[in-house]
């Protein structure tokens, strides 16, 4: 893509106002997912320390989270442009508002505050900070493409509790749970975020594993995943001595989540449902996370 010869809007389908470019620009980081890992981070700190954590290394955990997000974010546009092109014209590096090389210099960048903050936070947090970024990158650039595409969501949802408590220093051996836990609800989360763009991605030759796998069986598995993950977590209570009190409204949150997300796409059949349900979901996660942890530790 050639750099833009004056600064002025672009015409056609990917067209955007120059009051809106800096607003649009920053699309290229992903922002709901994004602040929704920072809100996160933030959280299960909260829960780990049992009260406010350091500030401190608090405030340096949700930078590195928003750096390495963006990053995770940046590339995935980069190497998605010419399907962006075809399928979302309003993206930035499509539509005009940011060149390749701008945001190739600001993926590097971001990387690299990513890995600085990790190194502040200690060698088993830089590590575990490094695998989620990794496991992110690795599904951008090739394996997105692949029958292995849910493998970095499986990976990285359990990494990041995993990486708050060892960063905080707090490791307690219950949470060794996390990882089919997380597993589940990282297929889940992988599933329903590809839905929306199932059709326009197949026609242009991505072969995921909601590709392979087709809608129907795509949103049946995602949503047996998620219910999966809660039925385990509720029949842990005997065994992990933990307090139900604490994690049933996360729980029947989470339920909630699921039954609506079932429910919208029962009544509407389209790409809005299957993206509302994705929003759902994904902070139906957060609560479920959140509310496990602080029942457990």
Request: glycine letters at 8%.
């Amino acid at each position: 893509m050639k750099p833009q010869a004056a600064p002025m809007a672009r015409t056609g389908p990917g067209a955007v106002e120059a009051p809106r470019r800096p607003v649009q620009a920053l699309r290229i980081i992903h922002p709901f997912p994004t602040l929704l890992n920072v809100a996160a981070t933030a959280g299960l700190a909260f829960v780990a320390a049992d009260g406010a954590p350091d500030a401190s290394r608090l405030v340096r955990m949700m930078l590195l989270m928003l750096f390495a997000q963006s990053a995770i974010g940046t590339t995935n546009d980069l190497f998605d442009r010419e399907l962006d092109a075809r399928t979302k014209p309003w993206k930035p590096l499509v539509a005009g508002v940011i060149r390749p090389e701008m945001a190739t210099a600001l993926l590097i960048a971001l990387v690299a505050a990513t890995a600085i903050l990790g190194i502040t936070l200690g060698v088993a947090s830089f590590a575990l900070a490094m695998l989620g970024l990794s496991c992110g990158l690795a599904y951008d650039v090739r394996l997105k493409r692949s029958m292995f595409s849910a493998v970095p969501f499986m990976v990285a949802i359990p990494t990041l509790p995993i990486w708050v408590w060892v960063t905080l220093g707090e490791w307690e051996n219950s949470l060794l749970w996390l990882a089919p836990l997380g597993a589940l609800i990282g297929l889940a989360l992988h599933l329903a975020n590809t839905l929306p763009d199932l059709r326009e991605d197949a026609r242009f030759g991505v072969r995921g594993l909601a590709h392979r796998l087709g809608a129907t069986r795509s949103a049946a598995i995602g949503w047996s995943s998620f219910a999966l993950a809660l039925l385990i977590s509720v029949a842990l209570v005997p065994l992990l001595d933990y307090e139900l009190a604490v994690y049933a409204p996360a729980a029947g949150s989470g339920a909630i989540c699921l039954a609506g997300a079932i429910a919208i796409y029962a009544v509407r059949r389209d790409d809005f449902a299957l993206q509302i349900g994705f929003g759902g979901i994904g902070i139906a996660s957060v609560v479920i996370a959140v509310g496990w942890l602080a029942a457990v530790t």
